[in-house]
């Protein structure tokens, strides 16, 4: 039973750090490219980053690039999202979702076809 959760979301002021965690059970996470999604109130989906197992390789928005960093422990079955410099606009609700490798990077929300139940991040002083 392929499962995705998160946890590390919460409250933090501007300019402050959050780490999220994604611990994933029921498949090996070397085999499948994972990503990192977010939706906020009255917007569409976003794909955060994505990264893909077959090289590593990330691609991350435009909104988040230098801030964000996507990392993996393999060992650990579990990827992390490292967020600094947090801003207003990055509140949303944050979700890690899974297909089977592919030897590409997508953050094409539809190309994914597991996903966690979603963590809430609010930045706001």
């Known amino acids: 039973q392929l499962q995705l959760v998160e946890s590390g979301g919460g409250l933090v002021q501007p300019g402050g750090s959050l780490r999220l965690s994604c611990v994933v059970s029921g498949f090996t996470l070397m085999n499948y490219d994972v990503g990192w999604f977010r939706q906020a109130p009255g917007k569409e989906r976003e794909g955060v980053v994505c990264?893909?197992?077959?090289?590593?390789?990330?691609d991350y928005a435009d909104s988040v690039s230098g801030r964000f960093i996507f990392s993996r422990d393999n060992a650990k079955n579990t990827v992390y999202l490292q967020m600094n410099s947090l801003k207003p606009e990055d509140t949303a609700v944050y979700f890690c979702?899974?297909?089977?490798?592919?030897?590409?990077?997508?953050?094409?929300?539809?190309?994914?076809?597991?996903w966690g139940q979603g963590t809430q991040v609010t930045v706001s002083s």
């Open positions: 990264i893909s197992n077959s090289d590593g390789y990330t």
């Open positions: 979702a899974a297909r089977a490798r592919s030897y590409s990077c997508s953050r094409f929300d539809r190309d994914y076809a597991y």
